[in-house]
């Protein structure tokens, strides 16, 4: 990735979101930090190992997966260019990552030392309020996650993340987060099944299915697939 794409990138991020270009160049001149490269498959944090940095992606696309003594495995989120990995442990009482941070396909990050991420902070106060919101906000999307795991149809997931979609923006209809694929592997579902489900909905005319996005016909509906 050359420079003026990173700019682009970290400019939109999270964490610098109302710092103007200039001033997070300045900034970042000033800060210690690598840009690490990881092909597909490749792990960037390890579960519970000592939490000691926060990464932002600069290009590709990266998955958190929790195995659990059983050996199972949930996919709990995907992190695309601009978002964040890693701050809640570093600021943890623990510092520990709770969880694998895998590269889903080739991707570039971003990483910063808790202590260089700190100096940022002290500099600049948006810096620090903008980590706190994406620190909340990631609280807020795990309480969605677990909500989302607790239904044991596919058809109920779907159906809950495309109504909890549709109330967050106001609209009806939902794009897809990337592809089918990456939806599925979002829910912990293969693509085959997601798929399937779908086509079902839309047999009863409460999806209208598209590769790049779904749009929902009839809420109500929906609704009750929740409760089946």
Known sequence: MDTGMQALVLE????????PREHLQKALEATPHQVLRYER????????????RVGIVLEGLVQAQKTFPNGSQVNMCQR?????????AVFSEDRRYPCDVVAAESSAVLMLQRGDLLSLMQRDGRILENLMTEIASTAYLLQERLELMSYSGIAQKAAF???TQSR??????????GSISRWAL???VSRPSLHRELRNLERQSILSVSPSAIRIL??????EVLGR
Not at 80 to 88: D, E, F, K, N, R
Not at 218 to 223: E, I, K, R
């Open 12 to 19: 939109a991020s999270p964490l610098f979101r109302g710092i």
């Open 41 to 52: 498959g490749e792990t960037i944090f390890f579960q519970m190992e000592a939490a000691s």
């Open 80 to 88: 695309g260019p601009g978002q964040l990995i890693g701050p809640a």
């Open 161 to 163: 993340w495309l109504l």
């Open 168 to 177: 967050k923006t106001g609209d009806s209809r939902i794009p897809v987060p």
């Open 186 to 188: 979002l829910m912990n």
């Open 218 to 223: 009839d809420a109500a509906a929906l609704q």
